[in-house]
């Protein structure tokens, strides 16, 4: 099965074509998505010599991350999608970041900016295994006090927001990421399942689902 995968979560504009879980072609640029994703996917299908025709799946990051990338990353596979009739797979961009690191001896922490002092998280089981245990948004000094009372966890953030106050505390073992790893969305994508017609053309950015936005008004 064909695969395309589609980021514009961040600073970074991704596709790739995998099959069966096998990595075939990766193009990454940095800049904003709106001028890139459509040319980038045009480039990489010619560059895997893969026509549109001959993808079975596309894989897309609905979030956390960027609100106009998340737009368009999503409308962009939505169009395709529906151009060539095949189902669509959201990857959190969390569960892709967490997906190609193992840490086994506590829990694993993925975290991100969500505005106005707030944290986006996912905490997930040794390993870690996908899905996550928990997930939401909340104030980053809630999040710190969790993460100092937790036992040997791993953080990992998209970005670096929060680098000056996580990689001085001595209890926490720290990284974070610019890029998402393309080999992560593809596992992640292998754990989420696939969405079809109405379920796709009703797609949206987590960030604009109910649950989420209404989380985030209250604490306003």
């Not at 799946?57 to 999503?74: D, Y």
């Not at 939505?78 to 009739?85: C, F, I, P, S, T």
């Not at 990857?91 to 969500?114: E, N, Y």
């Not at 950015?205 to 306003?220: G, K, N, R």
Request: with cysteine; proline share 6%.
């Amino acid at each position: 099965m064909l695969q395309l995968l589609i980021d514009t979560s961040g600073p970074y504009t991704m596709a790739a074509v995998a099959d069966e879980g096998k990595l075939l072609g990766e193009c990454t640029v940095q800049g904003r998505p709106a001028a890139r994703v459509h040319e980038l996917i045009r480039l990489l299908l010619m560059a895997v010599k893969t026509p549109i025709e001959a993808i079975d799946l596309i894989a897309v990051t609905v979030g956390p991350g960027s609100w106009t990338g998340l737009n368009i990353g999503v409308t962009a596979a939505k169009v395709l999608a529906q151009v060539r009739k095949c189902p669509v797979v959201t990857v959190s961009a969390l569960d892709a970041l967490v997906a190609v690191h193992h840490w086994d001896r506590g829990q694993t922490w993925a975290i991100c900016k969500a505005g106005r002092g707030k944290a986006n998280y996912s905490l997930y089981a040794r390993g870690p295994a996908l899905p996550g245990l928990e997930s939401g948004i909340t104030e980053f000094g809630a999040l710190r006090d969790r993460l100092l009372q937790d036992v040997d966890p791993m953080v990992l953030e998209y970005g670096q927001t929060f680098r000056p106050d996580l990689s001085r505390l001595p209890a926490v073992n720290y990284a974070c990421r610019e890029r998402l790893p393309v080999e992560g969305m593809i596992l992640a994508a292998r754990a989420a399942a696939p969405l079809h017609l109405e379920e796709v053309l009703a797609l949206t950015p987590d960030y604009l689902q109910p649950a989420l936005a209404e989380q985030d008004a209250q604490t306003v």
